[in-house]
């Protein structure tokens, strides 16, 4: 069965530099969204993302989070210059054009020092 | 704006006994509500939809719209049943709003 795969399972990055988180959803899904979840803390809606463009983002997508999808296949969440509050579990999501379903990736743990 | 509020952090059972994890929602909307399985280093999973009303791996929901609840129920709890659970709102977009989850632990 085809899953979402997320790459690398874990990031350490240091206080100021850029990261790029990477997915790479199941071929047929259309819409593709990233969560994050602070440890001890809840999972939180940061975008939505459909035909190229960002359909939804949460008030924490500020101007330092970007995402794009470059090859038609990757989908990629950018921090431009990550604080010590961007240390959490950031989860990739995607469903097709027919479902309600949302399938999870196993999530990339960025550790920011 | 909208809330799942989930206020069980941890429950315990022993295998067999029945099994209430609480949830709460405040949406000013039609509200579609899921539940989401996480077991031990495994990703995120849906379980069940309220829409579908399916009994899945012996789990039921319902949503009462007067209490604004959407519990997750099983009458004999098993040791495989252990993860954490997240109860979970869809807004018009497919965003969804999570609760803070519970952990399941079914004891032998």
């Known amino acids: 069965e085809p899953e979402v795969t997320q790459t690398p399972s874990h990031q350490v990055t240091q206080m100021g530099q850029e990261v790029i988180l990477r997915c790479v959803p199941i071929s047929n899904h259309l819409y593709f969204y990233w969560y994050r979840q602070i440890l001890g803390q809840k999972v939180e809606f940061l975008v939505s993302?459909?035909?190229?463009?960002?359909?939804?983002k949460s008030e924490i997508f500020d101007d330092q989070f970007s995402v794009e999808r470059p090859d038609g296949s990757n989908f990629t969440l950018k921090i431009r210059s990550t604080k010590l509050e961007d240390s959490a579990m950031y989860f990739c999501?995607?469903?097709?054009?027919?479902?309600?379903?949302?399938?999870f990736g196993p999530g990339t743990r960025l550790t920011v020092t | 704006a909208q809330r799942v509020t989930q206020p069980e952090k941890l429950l315990s059972v022993f295998k067999g006994a029945p099994v209430e994890l609480k949830c709460n929602y405040s949406?000013?909307?039609?509200?579609?509500l899921f539940w989401y399985v996480q077991y031990s280093r495994q990703r995120l999973q849906l379980l069940l939809r309220h829409i579908s009303r399916e009994s899945i791996k012996g789990f039921t929901a319902d949503l009462n719209k007067g209490e604004t609840s959407f519990h997750l129920k099983k009458p004999f709890a098993q040791e495989e049943d252990s993860a954490m659970y997240y109860c979970?709102?869809?807004?018009?977009?497919?965003?969804?709003?999570f609760g803070g989850g519970t952990r399941l632990m079914v004891k032998p």
């Open positions: 949406y000013s909307g039609s509200p579609e």
């Open positions: 993302f459909y035909n190229n463009e960002i359909s939804e």
């Open positions: 979970a709102l869809k807004n018009a977009g497919n965003m969804l709003t």
């Open positions: 999501a995607g469903r097709d054009s027919s479902s309600y379903e949302q399938y």
